[in-house]
């Protein structure tokens, strides 16, 4: 049996604009015998079109070409958010002053003279080479940190959505606050407190970190974006930052799954003396979605009725049961039995609100 192929990194790809067939010959025969690859182009609109088409790692501009010239080129291409980063080596048979300061302010990285030099063209596009690949490494990390730093909240799903949409230029993450319906969905260790009076503070951190484990794990497996952990208790958000039309039934889904995956771990700490529950509250309702905090700190997170109300049923629920407003299982078909119109602390009107043991 042969070892599978590895896959090759793909050739550093060189655009040769020049309109003159034997000079655009020669560049591209240097460029490929460096083994990189050589694609060409007759004037300024061809390498326009090229470059929008499928940019290439690194340009060679001709400046006088029929039509629209190199240093409009090489505008138009620094203009472009799509093409901006490119570098392009003008090449040029003007030597005078006014010519080079053009170039700069077309936005030209580099200069070649003609008649071209085959080891000072190698020489300045290895250089660029190396540069281009700099920068690709350093977007590459930046992706990667902006991945991990999304990975905390949401579930991979919608983190590799996330990352298409910023590839596209767009962001879920309005700068400016924004009213939203949500389904708020709250998770709380029963009697937590009083179990850690007796535990050692790093033993408290690892029963916590086995616990929010299993229950993020069990959000992400719906859908949901968590917004806060505070001390044992955790808050995550659907159809929040994404529309998700089904999201009373994903929060139902993803509260079940919570218990569910729990009960091991509340097993163990049964078994070590450490007996707890958790309750659960879900609720809908309008919140505002956005940045709030001050200038040193800031929290992306949610706030208005809907947490309120989720929060209060969180309070008041038994281990292990859920308590759910009237909307919220309407909304996600469900049944479960009838707690009557509850009074909530801080609100003027009571709450239909239902109760299920999970």
Same mark, same amino acid.
């Given at each position: 049996m042969t070892a599978p192929d590895r896959v090759s990194a793909p050739k550093f790809r060189v655009l040769v604009v020049d309109d003159d067939p034997d000079m655009q010959r020669l560049l591209a025969l240097m460029i490929r015998a460096e083994g990189m690859q050589a694609d060409t182009a007759d004037d300024g609109d061809a390498a326009l079109t090229r470059a929008?088409?499928?940019?290439?790692?690194?340009i060679l501009l001709d400046v006088m070409l029929p039509g629209i010239d190199g240093f409009a080129v090489c505008e138009r291409l620094k203009r472009d958010a799509a093409t901006a980063m490119i570098p392009?080596?003008? @090449?040029?048979?003007?030597?005078? &002053?006014?010519?080079?300061?053009?170039?700069?302010?077309a936005g030209a990285d580099d200069f070649l003279?003609?008649?071209?030099?085959?080891?000072? $063209?190698?020489? &300045?596009?290895?250089?660029?080479? &190396?540069?281009?690949? +700099?920068?690709?490494?350093?977007?590459?990390?930046?992706?990667?940190t902006l991945r991990k730093t999304f990975d905390r909240y949401l579930s991979p799903r919608l983190v590799g959505s996330i990352m298409a949409d910023l590839e596209s230029g767009i962001s879920p993450f309005?700068? +400016?606050?924004?009213?939203?319906?949500?389904?708020?969905?709250?998770?709380?260790?029963?009697?937590?407190?009083r $179990? +850690?009076?007796?535990?050692?503070?790093?033993?408290?951190?690892?029963?916590?970190?086995?616990?929010?484990e299993v229950l993020t794990e069990a959000a992400y497996r719906h859908?949901? +974006?968590?917004?806060?952990m505070a001390g044992d208790n955790?808050?995550?958000?659907?159809?929040?930052p994404f529309a998700q039309p089904d999201a009373a039934v994903l929060a139902w889904r993803a509260a079940h799954d919570m218990a569910a995956s729990a009960r091991p771990v509340l097993?163990?700490?049964?078994? &070590?003396?450490?007996?707890?529950?958790?309750?659960?509250? @879900?609720?809908?309702?309008?919140? @505002?979605?956005?940045? @709030?905090?001050?200038?040193h700190y800031m929290n992306y997170t949610i706030i208005g009725d809907a947490v309120n109300v989720a929060a209060r049923l969180v309070e008041l629920a038994q281990p292990g049961e859920l308590l759910v407003s009237g909307a919220v299982l309407k909304a996600a078909g469900q049944k479960a039995a009838g707690r009557g119109m509850l009074p909530l602390r801080g609100r003027s009107e009571p709450v239909d609100v239902y109760s299920v043991m999970l």
């Amino acid at each position: 049996m042969t070892a599978p192929d590895r896959v090759s990194a793909p050739k550093f790809r060189v655009l040769v604009v020049d309109d003159d067939p034997d000079m655009q010959r020669l560049l591209a025969l240097m460029i490929r015998a460096e083994g990189m690859q050589a694609d060409t182009a007759d004037d300024g609109d061809a390498a326009l079109t090229r470059a929008a088409a499928t940019p290439p790692d690194l340009i060679l501009l001709d400046v006088m070409l029929p039509g629209i010239d190199g240093f409009a080129v090489c505008e138009r291409l620094k203009r472009d958010a799509a093409t901006a980063m490119i570098p392009i080596v003008l @090449i040029t048979g003007l030597e005078d &002053r006014a010519s080079r300061v053009r170039g700069i302010r077309a936005g030209a990285d580099d200069f070649l003279s003609k008649p071209v030099q085959r080891e000072e $063209l190698l020489a &300045r596009v290895q250089t660029l080479r &190396r540069l281009h690949e +700099t920068r690709r490494e350093l977007e590459e990390n930046r992706k990667e940190t902006l991945r991990k730093t999304f990975d905390r909240y949401l579930s991979p799903r919608l983190v590799g959505s996330i990352m298409a949409d910023l590839e596209s230029g767009i962001s879920p993450f309005e700068r +400016t606050p924004q009213r939203v319906a949500v389904v708020v969905l709250f998770a709380d260790l029963r009697g937590f407190t009083r $179990l +850690t009076e007796r535990t050692q503070v790093d033993g408290v951190v690892a029963l916590l970190n086995e616990y929010f484990e299993v229950l993020t794990e069990a959000a992400y497996r719906h859908d949901g +974006t968590i917004f806060n952990m505070a001390g044992d208790n955790l808050l995550v958000g659907f159809n929040v930052p994404f529309a998700q039309p089904d999201a009373a039934v994903l929060a139902w889904r993803a509260a079940h799954d919570m218990a569910a995956s729990a009960r091991p771990v509340l097993e163990r700490w049964a078994a &070590r003396g450490m007996a707890t529950g958790v309750g659960f509250g @879900i609720a809908a309702g309008d919140a @505002i979605l956005g940045n @709030i905090g001050s200038p040193h700190y800031m929290n992306y997170t949610i706030i208005g009725d809907a947490v309120n109300v989720a929060a209060r049923l969180v309070e008041l629920a038994q281990p292990g049961e859920l308590l759910v407003s009237g909307a919220v299982l309407k909304a996600a078909g469900q049944k479960a039995a009838g707690r009557g119109m509850l009074p909530l602390r801080g609100r003027s009107e009571p709450v239909d609100v239902y109760s299920v043991m999970l």
